[in-house]
């Protein structure tokens, strides 16, 4: 174990600034420190708040990831920071801080696609991803399916959403029921005490002449509002734990269905399933009962580390450095539309990747 990478991890593409230590594959530390009460009021994250939380909590929250890890940060062998995509603001944060410590170090820097890590974080909980693995990423940003071979240089998306990511649609329809922000937690709660038979509401691009990989989430959350609507104009209580309960059955269903075809047609026997909506109770107990029926072996990571954080970034980076790829430049910068192809953002040749004329300038 003392001869495998030790690489600390930061994250801050949206509300959350995760910082987080691995060795190898082990997890040493995860910390987090979450702006989410500060959005609560606005019904949804605001970019400049989430920016101002990530500058105020990013020095004590790398403190706290090294001190809960017992090490120095001139221990580590490497630092990975999310360079996209995300909120550019958010992402500016981290990168500016990556960079900073990468440089003070002397120590290689790993700009990383924050989608990539949200695979390679199952590491920590399973052993290494087989190759290849089918990826399903569910978030409040993207909704996609991904065959994966070697996590950090080979990743084809195979289909995505085509408006509404899940997560954005639990958020939505959390808004309709006056559930509160974020909608995704409280909906999976309330949905445990309704009946997910109650309400039909429609599965989207479930056709036979549908993009069979593809999402579509937004006429679902319309039918959801319509529905509720229809109720409260007729003076009728509107039984709002059927109603969380049958809009999170019309998700999942979805999700999980394309998911086994498209392990079926690959012929890939390993699902991973990742991102924020992954920590739904109902999604993760749909996906084992379809996996063991169509014997597939399924890989979803702890509840914690679905949603954003520091680890999976760490994650990804000590894989980056294990398998020898080569560092980012110190002119990385963030790119809030990384596409899902780009695992990391690497220097060009001849480029400084160890920040010689960094250090030229602060002597200069």
């Given at each position: 174990m003392a001869d495998e990478p030790l690489v600390l991890g930061i994250e801050t593409s949206c509300d959350e600034t995760g910082v987080g230590i691995v060795r190898g594959t082990t997890l040493l530390a995860d910390a987090v420190a979450s702006s989410v009460n500060?959005?609560?009021?606005?019904?949804?994250?605001?970019?400049?708040?989430?920016?101002?939380?990530?500058?105020?909590?990013?020095?004590?929250?790398?403190?706290?990831?090294?001190?809960?890890?017992?090490?120095?940060?001139?221990?580590?062998?490497?630092?990975?920071?999310?360079?996209?995509?995300?909120?550019?603001?958010?992402?500016?944060?981290?990168?500016?801080?990556?960079?900073?410590?990468?440089?003070?170090l002397d120590k290689p820097l790993y700009g990383v696609n924050h989608l990539a890590s949200h695979i390679c974080v199952d590491q920590l909980e399973h052993g290494r991803l087989p190759e290849p693995t089918m990826a399903l990423l569910v978030s409040g940003g993207h909704s996609s399916l991904l065959l994966t071979g070697d996590i950090t240089a080979d990743v084809r998306p195979l289909g995505a959403t085509i408006d509404d990511a899940a997560g954005e649609a639990f958020d939505k329809v959390a808004r309709v029921l006056g559930l509160g922000f974020p909608g995704g937690p409280v909906v999976d709660r309330r949905a445990r005490e309704g009946d997910r038979k109650a309400i039909h509401f429609p599965r989207g691009l479930s056709g036979p002449k549908d993009p069979e990989y593809d999402f579509s989430f937004s006429g679902l959350k319309t039918a959801v509002a319509r529905w509720v609507e229809a109720k409260r104009r007729a003076g009728e209580e509107v039984p709002i734990a059927d109603v969380a309960a049958s809009f999170q059955e019309a998700v999942t269903d979805v999700l999980t269905r394309k998911a086994i075809k498209a392990c079926k047609d690959h012929d890939v026997d390993h699902l991973m399933i990742g991102g924020g909506v992954a920590a739904n109770s109902r999604l993760r107990a749909l996906a084992e009962q379809r996996c063991e029926r169509a014997g597939i072996r399924l890989r979803v990571p702890r509840p914690g580390l679905c949603t954003d954080n520091g680890a999976m970034v760490a994650a990804l980076g000590a894989e980056m450095v294990w398998r020898n790829r080569e560092p980012s430049a110190f002119d990385l910068s963030a790119d809030s539309s990384l596409p899902l192809t780009e695992v990391s953002v690497p220097a060009p040749q001849h480029t400084d990747v160890h920040g010689e004329a960094y250090r030229a300038l602060g002597q200069s």
């Open positions: 500060d959005h609560a009021r606005f019904g949804g994250v605001v970019p400049e708040i989430a920016s101002r939380a990530h500058l105020e909590a990013m020095v004590p929250t790398i403190q706290r990831a090294l001190d809960t890890a017992g090490i120095k940060a001139s221990d580590l062998d490497g630092i990975a920071v999310t360079a996209g995509p995300g909120l550019a603001g958010a992402l500016l944060v981290g990168v500016s801080a990556a960079k900073a410590y990468a440089w003070a």
